[in-house]
């Protein structure tokens, strides 16, 4: 079993920033490949963005393309998801996510392990 840790979320107007940060508390993240997902209310969770335990990332969800970028740290200790030019349409619970094997995928079937998720609330 691994826990995954995130941090990072909050309040913030349209047009800015945010940092979210997940970690495996004991554990190197070098060894996952890494999801990230949000899920606003009433709504499917939806794909973010990805890092494979090789270092290929998947940034590719359109509604986010340019805006969010997924990001590891060089001791292998935190993988983060970088949010910028947020809209309120943004607002949603984010999760990380991890699985063993290297590749990344679009799919929350395919993650084996979760984090607690994080509020993202952007105002107008």
């Known amino acids: 079993q691994v826990e995954l840790v995130e941090s990072g979320g909050g309040l913030v107007q349209a047009g800015g920033s945010l940092t979210l940060s997940c970690t495996a508390p004991?554990?190197?993240?070098?060894?996952?490949?890494f999801g990230w997902f949000r899920q606003a209310p009433g709504k499917e969770r939806e794909f973010v963005a990805a890092?494979?335990?090789?270092?290929?990332?998947?940034n590719s969800a359109d509604s986010m393309k340019g805006r969010f970028t997924v990001a590891e740290d060089n001791a292998g200790n935190t993988v983060f998801l970088q949010l910028s030019s947020l809209k309120p349409e943004d607002t949603a619970v984010y999760y990380c996510?991890?699985?063993?094997?290297?590749?990344?995928?679009?799919?929350?079937?395919?993650?084996?392990?979760w984090g607690q998720g994080n509020q993202v609330t952007v105002s107008s």
């Open positions: 890092v494979s335990l090789s270092g290929v990332k998947d």
């Open positions: 004991g554990d190197t993240v070098k060894k996952y490949t």
């Open positions: 996510a991890a699985k063993h094997s290297d590749y990344a995928t679009e799919y929350a079937k395919d993650y084996d392990y």
